[in-house]
């Protein structure tokens, strides 16, 4: 199965964000976290590190091997759980309802990391460049996940930091709605060509009916 170069865009935004949240705690972000929920180093390990990475961990095959053939239908819900589980972060009162946003963001992460890995194997001639380019981009961000979480703590509040997540995940949710219905769209009109023209039934006395003999020169006259 070969995919327009288009269908990657909204799984790798989302495979990008899912970088950036795995490295995010290793600046300031967590050490704030920690300090405003009273937690321990091993507490804050286990809240808001451990969480979101035995997800991710968990769902990559899963949504590498469903997004192989369904990819719009699986990256779309797992943007959705990214999407509400940076809302439960960024509003959790404790310890353990932050846990409960990392575990939606991380299932959805690592689901979406999956899909943007199995279209990336579907690009025909792009593959190659696709997966070239996929890889440093998510390098890239795996290295700007803490500087740009730190930022946003400082200026303003770790919330912040996971609010900032959220239009990044409806945007990636958009275009990977748009490039669904698009291929949908292209599919639906590859499958249903043209009716051809109904040929018509000779009528009597044409011309050019064989054995017709009231036409001059029929030997069977």
């Known amino acids: 199965m070969v995919r327009p170069l288009w269908s990657l865009a909204g ?3 989302g495979a990008l964000l ?7 705690p290793i600046g300031t972000l967590g050490g704030t976290i920690q300090r405003s929920l009273h937690l321990s180093a091993g507490g804050m390990a286990a809240t808001l590190v451990a ?3 035995v997800a991710t961990a968990a769902l990559v095959v899963p949504g590498h091997l469903l997004g192989r053939r369904w990819p719009t239908a699986t990256a779309a819900p797992a943007l959705v759980l990214v999407l509400l589980g940076s809302l439960v972060s960024a509003f959790a009162p404790g310890a353990a309802v932050l846990a409960v946003g990392q575990v939606l963001a991380g299932l959805g992460a690592g689901t979406v990391l999956g899909v943007a890995f199995a279209i990336s194997g579907q690009l025909g001639r792009w593959r190659s460049r696709a997966r070239l380019v996929l890889g440093i981009a998510l ?10 979480s730190s930022v946003l703590t400082r ?8 609010m900032v997540d959220v239009p ?3 945007l990636a949710l958009a275009a990977t709605a748009a490039s669904g219905i698009a291929l949908m769209v292209l599919g639906g009109s590859r499958s249903n060509p043209p009716a051809a023209a109904p040929a018509t039934a000779p009528q009597p006395g044409d011309p050019t009916q064989p054995g017709d003999p009231t036409q001059p020169g029929d030997p069977t006259r």
């Open 11 to 13: 799984p790798a935004l």
């Open 18 to 24: 899912a970088a950036g949240l795995l490295t995010a």
């Open 51 to 53: 969480p979101y990475v």
């Open 139 to 148: 390098g890239v961000a795996l290295l700007i996940g803490p500087v740009i």
């Open 155 to 162: 200026a303003l509040d770790w919330r912040i930091a996971f």
């Open 168 to 170: 990044v995940a409806a």
